[in-house]
């Protein structure tokens, strides 16, 4: 299972919005690069969703109840990354931008 998110600013800003988060290295481009990165960082929770979202696909019902995750946040997503999030077959989770792998982890029931 995959799926292919456009990261953007406007999805950082809107999920700083939603979940309140005002850390100035995901709202500030010059700030994110005078500290060594890419851009603004998207918030590690945000791509984390991607994967739970590929979770209640795979499955059903059962994940909302049953549903377990492990992550290990690798690097950051910045505007303009392609995110590639993907569930194997056995379970595994990563989450890979055109620059370098940037999420590691497993999904499963209890």
């Known amino acids: 299972m995959q799926k292919t998110v456009k990261q953007t ?10 979940n309140g988060d ?30 739970c979202d590929l979770g209640a696909k795979k ?4 994940w909302h109840y049953k549903g377990r995750l492990t992550v290990k946040y690798v690097r950051g997503v910045c505007p303009g990354d392609d995110l590639v999030t993907t569930i194997t077959s056995d379970n595994q989770v990563h989450c890979k931008s055109q620059f370098d792998t940037t999420l590691v982890g497993t999904v499963g029931l209890a």
């Open 9 to 18: 600013q406007a999805l950082f800003d809107n999920y700083g919005v939603l």
């Open 22 to 51: 005002n850390d100035i290295l995901h709202y500030d481009d010059a700030y994110a690069k005078q500290r060594g990165f890419r851009g603004t960082l998207g918030h590690g929770l945000m791509y984390t969703a991607y994967v």
């Open 59 to 62: 499955f059903g019902r059962d």
